[in-house]
């Protein structure tokens, strides 16, 4: 089993680019959460989906931020336009029916410059 | 992914020697508890589990301890080695619903 996977491992770009980060959750599993980790913060939950639905978006800090997920095999995090204070680590994280833990993906380091 | 970097506690420890690290939960209503590692460059990685019907639970070389009086969680690593250094984090599930709750972390340093 190849994990959680992620794309691209680091990003960096110009403040007001668009950013598209992505993620392939394990096959079978069929949640899946998109995380933040700052220093400031710690790992913050921005988005849960069940079964390509989002269910909380709750935790996705302004319109700047979407995601989808079209399948599930895929989902992708979308920061337009994006600013400097988005840098951050996002985790991508999977699980069968939100059961007892996740499995994370190694992450997308963004710096928006 | 480097985790929450600068101002994380600090424990070191000595190779060979246990290690005990501590985590303060939130909620009187988690039912589930998780500790994660997380090298540096990866994502959080599970290492153990329990839930609260349950004070204590043994994996290899890894020991979770749950006291719900006081709301206090404790990962205890036995001999511990220079690949045990890492972020730890604790991690609650309140009953009922899907989220989890992380505790900022806990660098572990081990000195060879």
């Known amino acids: 089993d190849a994990g959680v996977i992620q794309s691209p491992r680091h990003e960096v770009t110009e403040m007001g680019q668009e950013v598209t980060l992505r993620c392939k959750p394990i096959s079978g599993h069929n949640s899946l959460f998109w995380y933040r980790q700052t220093m400031m913060r710690g790992l913050e939950l921005l988005i849960y989906f069940n079964n390509n639905v989002p269910i909380d978006d709750s935790g996705m800090p302004e319109d700047r931020f979407s995601a989808k997920m079209p399948n599930a095999s895929f989902s992708t995090l979308k920061i337009q336009p994006s600013e400097p204070r988005d840098s951050a680590v996002y985790f991508c994280?999977?699980?069968?029916?939100?059961?007892?833990?996740?499995?994370f993906g190694s992450g997308t380091r963004l710096t928006v410059v | 992914g480097e985790s929450v970097g600068l101002h994380l506690p600090t424990l070191s420890v000595q190779e060979g020697d246990n290690s005990i690290i501590n985590c303060a939960y939130s909620?009187?209503?988690?039912?589930?508890f998780i500790w994660y590692k997380q090298e540096s460059g990866k994502g959080p990685q599970f290492i153990i589990d329990i839930r609260s019907n349950m004070d204590k639970r043994q994996g290899q070389r890894v020991t979770v301890l749950l006291n719900k009086t006081v709301k206090h969680l404790s990962l205890q690593i036995a001999a511990t080695q220079p690949g045990d250094s890492a972020v730890y984090f604790c991690?609650?599930?309140?009953?009922?619903?899907?989220?989890?709750?992380f505790g900022t972390g806990t660098r572990l340093k081990v000195l060879a």
């Open positions: 994280a999977s699980s069968v029916d939100n059961s007892y833990g996740y499995t």
């Open positions: 991690a609650e599930k309140v009953s009922g619903t899907y989220k989890y709750i």
């Open positions: 909620n009187s209503a988690s039912d589930y």
